[in-house]
């Protein structure tokens, strides 16, 4: 299943991670876990034995089988606020809360949490380079449970294994890279973040004051740096490794 060198070894390290985790959550209170190494993908977590984590290390309330509905995620609140919220939050009495005043949260709370048994849990987000979004939840079906307390002292902790578990899932299973990122030019950024925004080679070339034929070659090298092919490509690729900032865009659009 996984051919890269040093997997297993690395898979061994996520199985412990992974036990890490499920003490935590029952030394805290919040003995339910569930974790995605990736939310973007269907498949869950398996350690060197190929089987699901859900299954030998974690469970869930009423024995919910969650990771076999490749679906799930796409319903499941939790992970559809680690979308919009990089920090780590927490649930109680039907709100997502985090350490402070959050619109993303607050937007996903409006729309009505199904909460699957759960009376309160504390989530863990992990953002990886490439775009990888990786997520811890424990849980407890106890709707009084302190959790606002317990967030409070804990969540930096949390928020650190998190990021160790999915960080050493993706190096196992070969999802992030293991090189050194590519270094672009001033030039080729200034190129990309333009197409980006929508502009065509020659708007860009009016923008940036050089011929539109050079605006081709900054792209198609910045294109071979990236590993990758056409312009779509590059400038997905270049945003994952953090070269287009979003915050940028709109100020280059019209």
Known sequence: MFARAGSSVRLEEVAALAREIDAVG???????????????????PCGPDGRPLAETVFRWINDLRYWEDRGFALRAPFIHAC?????????????????????ALEAVSA???????VGAAIVAPAYLPGGVIGAVVWATPDAEFDVANLF???????????LRFAGVYAEATGV??????????????????????????????????????TVRFHITNASRKLG???????????????????ADLPALRP
């Not at 890279?177 to 929508?198: D, F, N, V, Y």
């Open 228 to 246: 990758v092919a056409g312009r779509s490509q590059a400038i997905h690729r270049a945003a994952t490794l953090g070269y287009i900032g979003s």
């Open 26 to 44: 029952r030394s805290m209170g919040l003995p339910y876990v569930a974790v995605s190494a990736d939310i973007g993908s269907p498949k869950p």
């Open 111 to 117: 729309e009505g949490i199904e909460t699957f048994g």
């Open 176 to 213: 992030v890279a293991s090189e050194a990122p590519a270094h672009l030019t001033r030039r080729e950024i200034q190129c990309l973040k333009w197409a980006a925004a929508g502009k065509t080679d020659a708007e860009i070339g009016k923008i940036v004051a050089i011929s539109t034929p």
């Open 152 to 162: 409070e002292a804990r969540a930096a902790e949390l928020h650190a294994v998190a």
């Open 83 to 103: 979308r919009a919220c990089s920090e780590p939050f927490y649930f109680t009495r039907g709100r997502l809360w985090s350490w402070r005043a959050n619109p």
